[in-house]
């Protein structure tokens, strides 16, 4: 074959369309772990010439150039190489061979190239299809953009041996495949305070995630679960992944103790609640960081402040005497993680609330809450709710109970004092009018933030739980951990907020990513349902084309004990 430039008009045209949209590939895991991406575009010839058998496309990573007897030279510029992968089609019937190697080394390929074996490509616009090109580089590398250079010779020859010589390439242009980025990592720090807390965390990706406990590297499945307890290495985990993970911890003592846990540090959190009675209860914010960290804290007009060592640490409180404020605000100097906890002092009941994130430079909490869960069995449970005003003034607030139907079923209007909290029981203090209350709303005239409150009435019940009350709802939610086994029970509450219906999906899974069961609802405007988990499920996840609030709940019915979680949310990568 001889290749050589078309003299004919002098005129051909190439223009790269029909790229694919993909997201850059990010560098996680080893360091001499591979890490590749793929991609196609189709090549427009706007040509009069006939393209014979024979005509080859090449491509190159930038750094090396082939010359028409298709001998390389020149080395990469770039840490990535091509795969002896992909095929190349085209409009008109063209018969292109597999891939062909032209040039490498020990990192892989630099030059690959294409054949059209059969057909003559005769038309006004020959469109011809990369597909599937890849190229790879170690997570070790650095991050940038992948160009590769196309270049077509044009067998003018119209014979199929083997040629010795041939002249310039037609057409040459560089395209920007995608690119290779940094990991991004989800890092935080993990308390896992003593034997019997049970850390869950699940992969709701479609691809493996890979997390590093400490020095420990493990690769999560999608859809799997991971649970983690003290007897790992210790009591406060350094953590990050790729992708955010939801997790959940866990304890089953003299109660259930649960919370959901953000998977990053922070320096600014608001504890919205403490419990009032110091001769009965004790407040504690339990705190995992990785280095030393100053915390100061606010607590009505009360200040403190402490250094503490890089580990996890209990930080007790009780409700100030001069501010008469049962909330508490936490700064730390370094990021860390934490969560709130109040417990009996005989230990008869125990609760777990994590903290909200703030930025100092905004209003903390909402002028819209929701309490998206009020037990209808009010032999057995009680509900109530603890609002706090981080605010210099007084805070109204119209509470608004619905039916699980949907149908509005009371309303009230509180007053939550400046600097104060507001403590509740639905259908004792708040909302008497109606035992139909299933769920209900809070809308403020300023920012406040708050939880709900769950607990037992048994006389042998030592069931508490405190959960966030969110102020928005979710597309997307997630339950990390349900128990079933044993005498466990676990449900979900959801309810939708919004005036229209919401077709909702909920997926059960096994902690080893099987899918259990699926079900689809549709929830009517206001409308509020109760899930039982099925049997040997171990985590779930709810999607909805409109915004649902959710709870998961954990419980153990011959003792009334209870605990609770708000679904979660990844945040954004």
């Given at each position: 074959m001889i290749y050589k430039r078309c003299l004919?008009?002098?005129?051909?045209?190439?223009?790269?369309v029909g790229i694919t949209a993909l997201a850059e590939e990010e560098l996680c895991g080893n360091l001499n772990q591979s890490v590749c991406l793929?991609?196609?575009?189709?090549?427009?010839?706007?040509?009069?010439?006939?393209?014979?058998?024979?005509?080859?496309f090449v491509l190159t990573v930038p750094g090396v150039s082939v010359n028409a007897r298709f001998?390389?030279?020149?080395?990469?510029?770039?840490?990535?190489?091509?795969?002896?992968?992909?095929?190349?089609?085209?409009?008109l019937g063209g018969v292109w061979g597999p891939v062909k190697p032209l040039a490498g080394d020990s990192k892989g390929f630099s030059a690959i190239s294409f054949t059209l074996l059969e057909n003559t490509l005769n038309g006004a616009s020959q469109m011809i299809t990369l597909k599937d090109i890849r190229v790879c580089q170690l997570v070790s590398d650095e991050p940038g953009l992948v160009n590769l250079s196309v270049s077509f010779y044009q067998n003018t020859n119209g014979k199929k041996e083997s040629a010795h010589h041939a002249n310039q390439v037609t057409l040459r242009f560089d395209k920007n495949f995608s690119q290779f980025s940094t990991c991004k990592r989800f890092a935080g720090h993990l308390p896992l305070l003593q034997q019997g807390h049970l850390l869950a965390i699940t992969n709701p990706h479609d691809e493996?995630?890979?997390?590093?406990?400490?020095?420990?590297?493990?690769?999560?499945?999608?859809?799997?679960?991971?649970l983690i307890d003290a007897s790992f290495g210790g009591s406060a985990f350094s953590y990050t992944c790729n992708r955010p993970l939801p997790m959940v911890l866990f304890e089953d003592g003299e109660d259930l103790s649960v919370t959901a846990l953000d998977s990053r540090d922070n320096h600014y959190w608001v504890v919205p609640h403490l419990a009032r009675d110091a001769s009965s209860w004790e407040n504690a914010w339990v705190f995992a960081s990785g280095e030393s960290v100053s915390l100061t804290w606010a607590q009505g007009d009360d200040r403190g402040g402490l250094r503490f060592q890089p580990g996890v640490h209990q930080l007790g409180f009780e409700v100030s005497e001069t501010g008469g404020a049962s909330w508490l605000q936490v700064h730390g100097n370094r990021a860390h993680n934490g969560y709130l906890s109040f417990r009996r002092h005989d230990e008869r009941g125990e609760a777990w609330v994590n903290a909200v994130r703030i930025d100092p430079s905004e209003a903390i909490g909402s002028e819209l809450l929701y309490l998206p869960h009020i037990a209808m069995d009010r032999v057995n449970f009680w509900t109530?709710?603890?609002?706090?005003?981080?605010?210099?003034?007084?805070?109204?607030?119209?509470?608004?109970?619905?039916?699980?139907?949907?149908?509005?079923?009371?309303?009230?209007v509180l007053t939550v004092q400046p600097q104060s909290n507001l403590l509740g029981v639905i259908g004792t203090t708040h909302l008497l009018s109606t035992d139909q209350?299933?769920?209900?709303?809070?809308?403020?005239?300023?920012?406040?933030?708050?939880?709900?409150?769950?607990?037992?009435?048994?006389?042998?019940?030592?069931?508490?739980?405190?959960?966030?009350?969110?102020?928005?709802?979710?597309t997307e939610q997630f339950f990390p951990l349900l128990r079933t086994d044993g005498a466990f029970w676990s449900g979900l509450t959801i309810a939708n907020p919004s005036a229209d219906e919401v077709q909702m999906d909920l997926e059960f899974?096994?902690?080893?990513?099987?899918?259990?069961?699926?079900?689809?609802?549709?929830?009517?405007?206001?409308?509020?349902?109760?899930?039982?988990?099925?049997?040997?499920?171990?985590?779930?996840?709810?999607?909805?084309?409109?915004?649902?609030?959710?709870?998961?709940?954990?419980?153990?019915?011959?003792?009334?004990?209870?605990?609770?979680?708000?679904?979660?949310?990844?945040?954004?990568?």
């Open positions: 004919v008009l002098a005129l051909v045209f190439g223009t790269l793929q991609n196609s575009a189709t090549v427009t010839l706007v040509n009069n010439v006939p393209i014979p058998p024979g005509s080859v001998e390389p030279s020149g080395q990469p510029t770039v840490p990535f190489r091509l795969e002896d992968h992909g095929s190349v089609t085209d409009n493996r995630v890979l997390i590093t406990l400490d020095d420990e590297r493990i690769e999560l499945r999608p859809n799997r679960q991971l109530g709710f603890s609002l706090a005003n981080q605010n210099e003034e007084a805070v109204s607030v119209r509470l608004t109970g619905y039916a699980a139907s949907g149908a509005l079923a009371a309303e009230e209350v299933a769920w209900a709303k809070l809308e403020a005239d300023a920012p406040i933030t708050g939880i709900a409150l769950i607990g037992s009435n048994r006389e042998n019940g030592v069931g508490v739980s405190g959960i966030l009350l969110p102020n928005q709802g979710q899974f096994d902690s080893n990513g099987r899918l259990l069961e699926s079900r689809s609802e549709t929830l009517q405007p206001h409308e509020k349902q109760v899930t039982l988990v099925p049997r040997d499920s171990s985590h779930a996840v709810c999607r909805a084309d409109g915004e649902l609030l959710a709870y998961a709940f954990i419980g153990v019915s011959e003792s009334g004990k209870i605990g609770g979680y708000l679904g979660q949310v990844l945040p954004e990568p």
